[in-house]
Every structure is written in C-alpha cells, then in structure tokens.
C-alpha cells in the first residue's frame, strides 16, 4: 500500500506529530455523520423534487459522492448557508457518465452506489484510490449480479470495474454472508427499480441508516424479527420517492476520537452536543461506560428521524472487559480507538468477531497490532481477535505510525500522542480530510497542542 492518492495528486504525505498535553476542556461540535450524509445525496438525487440537507457532512468521501451524483445528472449544490441542496432526476432516470467515477477513499460511496447503477440502464466506470482498489466488491457484485446487473471488475472482484444496469431488475431476498450494512443497502437500493419486493436477511443488525431514510422519502420498508436476533429487511420496488429535507446528526463515529482523547487525558472535561445514538452505532459508548469511562447521555432526543443525544465526557480510570463479538457490526469503525482506550486500561481488552477490520481502509487489525507494539503497547492479535494489555499512565510512545490511507488509524494515534510519555508521529494526516476534516482544529480547540 505505498501508493496514495495524495501522491498521486503531487501532494507529499503530511507527517504529524502529537505530544501529550494538559487537561482537554469545553465543547466539541462534531461534524455530520458520513453514513446519514452519502444516503442524502444518494436519496436526494433519486428523489423527485427538491431535498435540503443541514449539516452535511464536507469530508473528501461525501464529497465524492456529490461530484458522481453530479456527473449522473442530479444537481448538488452547496449554499452560501452551508444548506446543501439536491434536486433529483427520479428513479431510473440518472444519466450516463461520460467519464469514469473516482469513489476517492470511499468504501460506502462505491457499494451504494453500485446498487443504485445496477437498477439504471446505463454503464458506468468506477475507481477509486489505492485503498478503495484493494477492498472486496465481490460482497455486493455477486447479489447485484443475481438482480440483473452486469458487472466487470479486475481479479478477486476489485475496482476498476464497469457496471451495466439491468433492463428489468429482479427482486430477490438475499441472505448478507456478511455483517455489512453496506451490503445491505447496496441490494435494497437496487430493489427500488425492481418490480415486488426485494428482501435482505441479516443475522445480526448492522446500521440501518438507509431504511429510515427510504421511509422519510416515502419509500415503503418492512422489518420481521426472526429467531436469534436475525431480521428480514424488504423494500417494495417502484416507489415515488420525494425530495424530503434532512437534518444530519453529529457523526458518533468522529465523535468517539474527543470522547475517547477526555476519558483519558487526566483532569478533562468535554461536552459533545447532538451526537447520533441510533442503536445500531452505540456499541463504543456502551463498552466505554462497562470499561468505567463516566460518560452522561443527555437531552435524548429524535431529530429528523434519527436519535441524537449530548454527551458529557470526564477523565476516568478504565479497566478492560471482553468486547462480545455481537457487538461488532454496533461500533465497527471504533475497534482502532478502543484499542488506544485499552492501551491505557487496566488489565485486558479483548476484541473478538472483528474480521471485517481486515477488509476496512485498511488491515485495521495489522494497522492497529503494528502501530501499538512500535510505541511499547502489549498486543496480540488472529484472524478475528485482538487483544490488548494495558498500563494506565505507562503508555511509551516514541514511535512513528504507517496508517496506509486510513483516516480512523491517523486519527487514533493521534488520541494514543496525547497520553504517550514520547510523541508519536502519524505518517500522513490526510487521510482524515475523508471522514473529519476540521478534526486537528476541533482538538486543538479543547486544548491539544498539534
Ligand atoms: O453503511 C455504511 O455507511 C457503513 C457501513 C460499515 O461498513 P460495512 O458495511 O462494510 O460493514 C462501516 O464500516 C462504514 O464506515 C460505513
Ligand atoms: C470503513 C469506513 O468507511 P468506508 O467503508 O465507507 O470506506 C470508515 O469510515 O471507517
């Protein structure tokens, strides 16, 4: 993974180096949720009429998003207000790119918008940077495929790869062999443009961002709880989707980096207002709080669809506990900064079910495994575990981090330079532009020093 995208664009890599600091104190306003975000434009444009979207989340992968929409037809425009309006050309009506789509870093920009092509009769070419290019699309070429679509990609089903749209979609009901809310949408999405009902079975619930958001459009979504925690997901083809307005909530998946850098910096106090609590993304919090982390949910509250809540955050001692593997498709991105929380707990974290990090921007488990061990961290870690022996208050440092084109691994070694007793140097911080792109302002907002 030596290649990047920022090389490529003539941009050297930016190194970063982060010391510890004194006690992180006041509000941290988090940025829009990436996943809520890509949904808005994505629904937006298959909308009929206008949709407004406040607090859209402005990180390269949204913004890729934007400009694929924009190169089918749709338009999206960004106001002077910061409002982001999309108006929409209908289902089955985006048009032919006349170029090929760069995905930029995003796995959840290619998947969608894989789905929404294999129900449009056109054919479109996909790319992405060299992390997007090394993830497995076989997971969504392979149900998309059953639905209609033609799809051609490079060896082991990675992009570059061309999608032709299905005439006639079939429906289908399709059981996700993976704990993948990406995998889901993809296939419910192509369901619009089917005739009857297209199902998803999962077996455990992964984010379900994209139902509640169909539903705000006046899409027709069922859910039927099986046995064991299994869910049947149906979406009834050929709906009249309308422009709907959107408000986006603060990302829990950003927000987990300032959350996690006031549990542990000594003396810290930090409020997190209006950040998203669906069900289906709490699973950090609720580790947190089992690891003792003092953290006060207040003001629950439902806006625009989605629960949202403020956070208060105060430094604690931690202990480490065994995360359940059912847990994992509940906090999947936060594994990397858990494993920083943990390096500073007392006793053993163990992390098990968590396959689906090797697949992420980058190996998240090796990724993570290398970065603590260079900077004196105890880990082990298998297929699908890792495990972390922490030292409160003895956490090394020293070293410098490799993070391969992933914005929550640069992002996570900058929250382990804020308690190491040696800074630690992250290799390249631009990655985190995809997902929180005022991150290093917002921290140094609350008191860190890079
Ligand atoms: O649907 C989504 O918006 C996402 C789903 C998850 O991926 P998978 O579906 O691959 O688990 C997550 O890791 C990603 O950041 C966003
Ligand atoms: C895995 C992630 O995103 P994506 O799959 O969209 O690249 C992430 O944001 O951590």
Known sequence: MSESKHSAANTAAAPLTVRACGPLSGTARVPG???????????????????????????????????????????????DSGEWVVNGVGLGALKE?????????????????????????????????????????????DPLTAMGARVYSREGGRMPLMIQ?????????????????QVKSAVLLAGLTARGETAVIESVATRDHTERMLT????????????????????????ELTGADIVVPADPSSAAFPL?????????????????????????????????????????????????????????SL???????????????????????????????????????????SDRIAVMVAGLR???????????????????????????????LDHRIAMSFYVLGLIAKKPVTIDDEAPIRTSFPNFRTLMQGLGAEA
């Open 216 to 239: 705000h459009f006046g899409g027709t979504v069922s859910r039927e709880e099986l046995s064991g925690g299994a869910a049947r997901i149906a979406v009834q083809g050929e709906p």
């Open 97 to 141: 790119p006349d170029d090929i789509l760069d995905m930029g870093n995003s796995g959840t920009a290619a998947r969608l918008l894989m789905g929404i092509l294999a129900g449009q009769p056109i054919r479109t070419f996909l790319t992405g940077d060299a992390s997007l290019r090394s993830r497995p699309m076989k997971r969504v070429i």
């Open 165 to 181: 749209g299905a005439d006639m979609v079939l429906p289908i009901t399709y059981e996700l062999p993976v704990a993948s809310a």
């Open 260 to 316: 996690v850098a006031a549990l542990l910096v000594p003396g810290s106090e930090v409020r997190l207002p209006n950040i998203g609590m669906n069900p289906t993304r709490t699973g950090l919090i609720q580790t947190l709080i089992e690891m003792g982390g003092d953290i006060a949910i207040e003001n629950e509250r439902v806006a625009g669809g989605e629960p949202v809540a403020d956070l208060l955050v105060r430094h604690s």
């Open 319 to 361: 202990r480490g506990v065994a995360v359940p593997p059912d847990r994992a498709a509940s906090m999947i991105d936060e594994y990397p900064i858990l494993s920083v929380a943990a390096a500073q707990a007392e006793g053993k974290t163990v992390m098990r079910g968590v396959e689906e990090l090797r697949v992420k921007e």
């Open 374 to 404: 260079a900077n004196g961290v105890a880990v082990s870690d298998g297929e699908d575990w890792m495990e972390v022996e922490g030292r409160p208050g003895d956490v090394p440092g020293g070293a410098t981090v490799a993070t391969h």
């Open 33 to 79: 949720d990436k996943s809520i975000s890509h949904r808005s434009v994505m629904l937006g444009a298959l909308a009929v009429g206008e949709t407004r979207i406040t607090g859209l989340l402005e990180g390269e992968d949204v913004l890729a998003t934007a400009e694929a929409f924009r190169r089918l037809g749709a338009q999206v425009e960004r106001q």
